[in-house]
Every structure is written in structure tokens, then in C-alpha cells.
């Protein structure tokens, strides 16, 4: 075993001790357990922070890093942030089986992707790695803190929390740095607390399907170069959650933005290296351009299925306000896709013939080929959803105002206040705005 696995097996052992969490919550009240809970780790990062640089212990945890500061700030900051999340766990509601998930899907996936990397397994064999031991990992700390705590469990609900969240923890280690493990952690965490209080339905034949069809899709993302690694696991992740926490038809309109939308990057791909319009990496859509195309669908996939409980608006209004965030994602990559393929762009702002590829540059094929897009995304949420007349009309209308927003703002406010990703997640929630406000003022929606 190489000096990383072996770290990275140290880690994991480290993070089983949460595991002893549901075994305090037994012995001890709230109060008491939410105190007891968090002593043991912060006990840890105080002897990380106090380890001598030529000790055994030292040998152990440290990273290339801590070699360089003398210090176990990696092991610190690990078991730090297990005791900032089991205050949360111990005190304020979160379950503490969904806990216990977190922290063992996050160091049995970095020893099972590590454990890889030594095999010498490409990138994206370790990250599958990464995604298969922490869920499995996952679901086996979630049944061991169940069984401590007697306390009953839905066996897909469980499969389902240990899936997000080793996809949520490749994907965001996979854009931030190894000591940043504290906050890759958090996040999970966090997300698993929403998602097991929000008590999902989930059946064992849906979460297989979903599972079955996430994965082969995302595989299929990545090997014909439409998404780097981090792109593929946030459509990967964004498709489970849409197919669990919405259902068919949510996916269905969100796998069409991926499918056409990276295709059409790689349409033609030479002549827009040439007109210095191509997207980087051949074409593949990084994690960054993907979440920010589809944060406000999420949102709005997450709001629908709170919405029963939380009582604050009505299912549908999310629905359409999903709808219209794809569509004006879908109208704004074929427009900018196809568009640019052709000459005398015109500034949207003032109608200049512009070069191509300027930011707010507007062709009339590349408008077309926009408002098909939207077109699209409509057409299958009629079919999915029986929107009627008006709903197809609704979801159109947010689709071309999307795609005007992502231009106006282009045209004066991209790469100076704004990146282009700033203004894709301005663009998607001006169309999901819309598209609610139009729902509601076209009678397709009742308050």
C-alpha cells in the first residue's frame, strides 16, 4: 500500500468514530450528547495541531503540506469539521444516521479512490472509485447508526442519501483543493440534513432505474468528450435528483438541455476554434457551466417537493419554473451554438454588426434556432405534464426571455462585473422567474 492509501485508510478510520455519535445520543441527553459528541474530535485536532514533525503519528496523517508547515492541518481540519456537523446532528434535528453517512461516504470514497490512483487507474476510474466506495460506505454507516439507535429505515431511501452524497462529495472535491476536505464535509452533510428531513418517497425499483440511468448516461457524457469529469458527476447528480425528487418527466426535459446541449458544442467544432467561439476542453461542458445552467431547475426540483410540507406555494408554479429555467438554458446554448457558426452578428444593445463570438452578439439563425429550443423543452413538458395551451406558451415566452436576459447582459455587464457563468445563472433565474409570474397571469397556476 502507498504512503497516500495508507493515509487516506488512517483518514477513514478516523472518520468511522462517527459512529459513536448514535452511541452517545443513547446514553446521554441532548444537551449532554451535542457536548460528549464533539469532544472526541476536537480532542483529535488538538493533538493534529500539537503532533511533533517526526513522530509516528505525523508519518501517518501528514500530506505534502503538512510536511511543508510542520503541522497536521489536514487531520485538524478533518475532524474539526465532523465536530461542527455533529452539533446539527446532536442538537437541532438533523438524523443522525444521515450523519454518520456524510462523513463515511467522504473518507471510504478518498480511500477507495486513492486505493485506485495507486493501482495506477485513470481519473476517471478513481472517481468512480471515489463514488462507488462512499456509497456503499455510505449506506453501510447509515444502517450501523440505524441499528445503534434501534430506529427504523426505508432501505432505497438510504441508497438514495448515500448516492448524492459520494456524488456531491466527487464533485466538489473534484473543483477544490485535498485540504479542503473540512469544507467538501460540510457540504454534504448539509445537503443529506435537507434531503432526509424533506422524507422523499423512494421506492427500491425507482432508485435502481435512476441509479442504472444517471450512471450510463454520465459514462456516455464522458466518453464522447461533452463533459469534463466534473461536468459529467454534476449532470450525473442533477439527473438522480430530478428522477427521484421530481419524476420521468423533470428529467426528461433536463436530459434534453445535456444531450442537445452538448452536442451542440461539438457541432462544428474546427470552425469555431477558428472564430475563437469554441468552448474549451474540445467542447466538454466543466462542472461550473453545467451548475449554472441548472441551480435554479434544481432549486426549483427541491421546492417542488417541499412545497406539500412547507405550504408556501403551490407544486405547479415550480414546475413551470423549472420548466422555463431548462428552456431558456436549452434557447441560450443553441443560440450561441449555432448562431455563432454564422457572420454579421448584431449587438443586441444596439444593433452594430459586431465580430463573432462578441459577448451580446445576436444572429437571426442562432434566435431561430433559440426559440426551438425552448420550443422543445415545452413540447416535452406538454407531453409529460399535459401543460395545455397557455402552459406551452408560459414556458416559450420564459425560454426567449432568457435567452434576451443572457444577451442584454452580455452585450454590457459580462467580463467585467460578471463572468460568463455569472450571467447563464442570471439568465436561467430571470426565465424561471418569468416563467412563474406568467403561469400564475395566464391562469395556468392558482394561487
Do not use: C
Request: proline letters at 3%; charged letters at 10%; aromatic letters at 8%.
Amino acid at each position: 500500500m502507498t504512503s497516500t492509501a495508507r493515509r487516506a485508510g488512517a483518514f477513514a478510520v478516523v472518520g468511522a468514530l462517527s459512529l459513536a455519535v448514535p452511541v452517545l445520543e443513547r446514553l446521554f441527553d441532548r444537551p449532554t450528547t451535542t457536548v460528549a459528541a464533539a469532544v472526541p474530535f476536537l480532542a483529535i485536532t488538538a493533538i493534529a495541531l500539537a503532533a511533533a514533525d517526526d513522530g509516528v503519528l505525523f508519518e501517518l496523517f501528514a500530506r505534502p503540506g503538512d510536511r511543508r508547515d510542520g503541522r497536521l492541518y489536514g487531520l485538524a481540519g478533518f475532524a474539526f469539521a465532523i465536530a461542527a456537523l455533529s452539533v446539527p446532528a446532536t442538537y437541532f434535528g438533523m438524523a443522525l444516521p444521515a450523519f454518520v453517512t456524510s462523513v463515511v461516504v467522504l473518507s471510504a470514497g478518498n480511500l477507495a479512490a486513492h486505493t485506485a490512483r495507486a493501482r495506477n487507474v485513470e481519473p476517471f476510474g478513481a472517481m468512480a472509485a471515489f463514488v462507488t466506495g462512499g456509497t456503499l460506505a455510505g449506506i453501510g454507516g447509515y444502517l450501523a447508526a440505524a441499528a445503534i439507535l434501534e430506529t427504523g429505515f426505508a432501505l432505497p431511501e438510504v441508497v438514495f442519501l448515500a448516492a448524492t452524497g459520494a456524488l456531491t462529495g466527487g464533485l466538489v472535491r473534484s473543483v477544490l483543493f485535498e485540504r479542503d476536505e473540512p469544507i467538501v464535509l460540510l457540504v454534504i452533510g448539509l445537503l443529506l440534513w435537507l434531503f432526509s428531513d424533506l422524507e422523499i418517497a423512494v421506492t427500491a425499483t425507482g432508485i435502481a432505474a435512476a441509479l442504472a440511468v444517471t450512471v450510463a448516461l454520465g459514462y456516455v457524457s464522458y466518453a464522447l468528450d461533452t463533459a469534463s469529469i466534473p461536468g459529467m458527476l454534476t449532470g450525473v447528480l442533477l439527473s438522480l435528483l430530478t428522477l427521484v425528487v421530481g419524476d420521468v418527466g423533470w428529467f426528461a426535459m433536463l436530459i434534453t438541455f445535456f444531450g442537445l446541449g452538448g452536442l451542440s458544442s461539438k457541432l462544428r467544432y474546427d470552425q469555431k476554434v477558428k472564430r475563437g467561439i469554441a468552448e474549451p476542453n474540445e467542447g466538454a461542458r466543466g462542472s461550473g457551466n453545467v451548475l449554472a445552467n441548472s441551480v435554479v431547475a434544481l432549486f426549483a426540483v427541491i421546492a417542488h417537493a417541499a412545497s406539500p410540507r412547507m405550504a408556501v406555494a403551490p407544486e405547479d408554479l415550480f414546475l413551470f419554473v423549472f420548466a422555463g429555467a431548462v428552456a431558456a438554458a436549452m434557447s441560450d446554448t443553441l443560440s450561441s451554438e449555432i448562431g455563432g457558426l454564422y457572420d454579421n452578428p448584431r449587438l443586441i444593445t444596439t444593433f452594430e454588426v459586431v465580430e463573432p463570438g462578441t459577448d451580446g452578439g445576436v444572429t437571426w439563425q442562432g434566435e431561430l434556432a433559440g426559440l426551438v429550443g425552448a420550443a422543445l423543452i415545452a413540447g416535452i413538458g406538454a407531453a409529460a405534464f399535459d401543460l395545455g395551451g397557455r402552459g406551452v406558451g408560459v414556458v416559450v415566452a420564459a425560454g426567449l426571455v432568457g435567452m434576451t436576459v443572457d444577451s442584454v447582459l452580455g452585450a454590457t455587464i459580462e467580463g467585467g462585473l460578471v463572468g460568463n457563468q455569472g450571467v447563464n445563472f442570471l439568465a436561467t433565474l430571470a426565465a424561471g422567474l418569468a416563467a412563474g409570474g406568467f403561469a400564475i397571469a395566464a391562469g395556468a397556476v392558482t394561487l
